[in-house]
């Protein structure tokens, strides 16, 4: 089960991606954090497996990791608090 759901995760990481390419910010966030939810549930599923397999269970690790890095990346920049009221 947790092969099939990591390739969803792809899927919407490479989907993400996409949109993120074509000025979708909003939209490309919201599919990465869907892909981490997919990785989430492949984690449990390999950890709640008859047999533990750890380079599966690396492997979604790692691709937790790396779209909530994504997810990180393209956020907005947020506005210090300074820098705010000199705007005002």
């Not at 993400?16 to 939209?27: E, P």
């Not at 909530?68 to 956020?75: C, E, I, N, Q």
């Given at each position: 089960m947790p092969t099939w759901i990591l390739w969803l995760g792809a899927a919407l990481v490479v989907a993400?991606?996409?949109?993120?390419?074509?000025?979708?910010?909003?939209?490309a966030r919201a599919l990465w954090l869907l892909a981490v939810l997919a990785f989430a549930t492949a984690a449990v599923g390999v950890v709640t497996a008859a047999e533990l397999s750890l380079p599966l269970l690396l492997t979604v690790v790692v691709a937790i990791v790396a779209t909530?890095?994504?997810?990180?990346?393209?956020?907005e920049p947020k506005e210090s608090a300074?820098?705010?009221?000199?705007?005002?």
């Open positions: 993400g991606s996409a949109a993120q390419i074509t000025h979708r910010a909003s939209a909530v890095a994504l997810v990180m990346v393209t956020s300074a820098a705010r009221r000199s705007a005002e």
